[in-house]
């Protein structure tokens, strides 16, 4: 079992850059990927962005490219989801995620399916 828990959410000004982050503990050794989600109210878990925990290869939503940067530090068991140039648009629930070993034949990031273990989510509420 690997525990997430999520951290850096908040009340942010238009425009500001909040940083995530995302400490993984329990059977870390397992995780092959972890990945950003985000959910609004009223509107389906989407993708943000997932990094491969020992290469370090990042992918995006093409949408959060160039304005969201995912990375990690493994000798914390830490991700981290630097956002910049919030909106409103970008008030949700931010969820992180780890991808096992076992589940990594896909090789694909980008859906809920894909992920095993699931932090509880940290709110992020941007104002105008």
């Known amino acids: 079992q690997v525990h997430l828990v999520e951290s850096g959410g908040g009340l942010v000004q238009a425009g500001g850059s909040p940083r995530l982050s995302c400490a993984a503990s329990?059977?870390?050794?397992?995780?092959?990927?972890m990945g950003w989600f985000r959910q609004a109210p009223g509107k389906e878990r989407e993708f943000v962005a997932a990094?491969?925990?020992?290469?370090?290869?990042?992918y995006y939503a093409d949408s959060k490219r160039g304005r969201f940067t995912i990375s990690r530090d493994n000798a914390k068991n830490t991700v981290y989801l630097q956002m910049n140039s919030l909106t409103p648009e970008d008030t949700a629930v931010y969820y992180c995620?780890?991808?096992?070993?076992?589940?990594?034949?896909?090789?694909?990031?980008?859906?809920?399916?894909?992920?095993?273990?699931w932090g509880q989510g940290t709110q992020v509420t941007v104002s105008s």
């Open positions: 995620a780890a991808q096992d070993l076992r589940d990594s034949y896909s090789g694909s990031y980008y859906h809920t399916q894909e992920y095993a273990y």
């Open positions: 329990g059977r870390t050794f397992s995780i092959y990927a």
């Open positions: 990094i491969i925990w020992s290469g370090g290869s990042t």
